[in-house]
């Protein structure tokens, strides 16, 4: 929200009449900036709404030629991390690597036994194992009761929301019913999230997708 500066009248002069006091009001300083017109204000709103609107068209070019640029889909990187780490993997993400600390290429997270949990980094281009992790896993129970209802893997869920376009991530939800979140890209750098039901592989778009 923008906040627009009112010139504030200040007291200039203070004039003694008749033994008593008459304050001179001025109607602005020197130095004071003019306020802008209504139409003005609003011509500086429509030329950062259109900026705006550039910036991201810049950024979803650039996201989806960085997806398109993958050689490694999501199931096949998940298939490079099991053989790192056995276990079962429960996301698998598409990193750009814009930050310092981001790697960049799929992460993928493997739930092995107990609360031990794994990041692997895997190349998107080349299937490389960049680097591992292994952590405890607070929430490992969670996702080891959600598992067990599970006929569908996160392999299989990616494979199933592929049609709709290149998956760039795909999540075990087990906070509700369990279901695994996948989110895609189309041609234009637009995401699209979608739901895949953890024993039949339906597809469904996610009602909370904006």
């Known amino acids: 929200m923008k906040r627009h500066l009112v010139a504030v009248s200040t007291i200039t002069a203070v004039a003694l009449i008749g033994g008593g006091a008459t304050l001179a009001f001025g109607a602005g300083g020197e130095g004071d900036t003019p306020a802008k017109s209504p139409a003005a204000v609003q011509g500086d709103d429509r030329d950062t709404d259109a900026q705006d609107e550039r910036d991201d068209r810049d950024d979803r070019d650039g996201d989806a030629a960085e997806a398109r640029g993958s050689k490694l889909t999501a ?12 276990g079962t993997a429960v996301s698998a993400d598409l990193e750009a690597g814009d930050d310092e600390d981001d790697v960049r290429g799929w992460e993928v997270d493997v739930l092995g036994s107990g609360s031990t949990s794994y990041t692997v980094h895997v190349d998107d281009r080349t299937g490389k ?12 129970a969670e996702a080891h009761r959600a598992l067990k209802v599970a006929t569908v893997d996160a392999k299989q869920a990616a494979e199933a929301a592929a049609p709709e376009g290149t998956v760039t991530s795909v999540d075990l939800d087990d906070d509700r019913s369990p279901r695994w979140d996948v989110e895609t890209m189309d041609t234009h750098g637009k995401d699209h999230d979608w739901n895949v039901d953890v024993k039949t592989a339906k597809v469904t778009a996610d009602r909370d997708d904006d």
């Open 129 to 140: 194992i960049l680097a591992t992790e292994t952590e405890r896993d607070d929430d490992a």
């Open 75 to 86: 199931a096949q990187a998940i298939d490079v991390a099991l053989k790192a780490k056995p």
